[in-house]
């Protein structure tokens, strides 16, 4: 190898790893912090209709209940918890809520893959990551006061 240059080697595809098993109590419930952004990080959630149909998208989780959502310009978060089966696979869910809100949207835009996902260990991180969560539209200073920004369900309206 010549001093200064890369090492190449061949590219492979490398799948995601298995999802690791909830290790919680079986008495705590199971809730996920989850993020998903558009595709190069395009502008085009933050209006009334894309809110619309996430909350239409939303109703129509059969296994998932929505505990409170930011929904960002570029991104959303959702704080979610599996109805009934501690094991639901969270990929499903993040595939079917960006599926049907790009369809009740006719979206020419899409979502990047996956998403990125946050197993809360208590209530007291789920406090705490809505705190945080909720400050994101003054952060960005879209607002000046997180309850003026209109495209949230927070967790006192579930």
Known sequence: MIVGQALRLPHFRVGHPPRIPVGLPWEQRVIYFVTMCVEHRQSVLANDATFDAFKTAAGKLQHWRVLAAMVMPDHLHVIVAPTEDRGAKLGNF????????????????????GCF?????????????????????????????????????GLDDV
């Open 94 to 113: 993040s595939a079917a809520l960006k599926r049907w809100m790009r369809e009740e949207l006719n979206a020419s835009w899409d979502f990047q893959p």
């Open 117 to 153: 996902d946050r197993l809360l260990r208590s209530d007291e991180s789920l406090h705490e990551k809505w705190l945080y969560v909720r400050e994101n539209p003054v952060r960005a200073k879209l607002v000046k006061h997180w309850k003026d920004w209109p495209y949230q369900i």
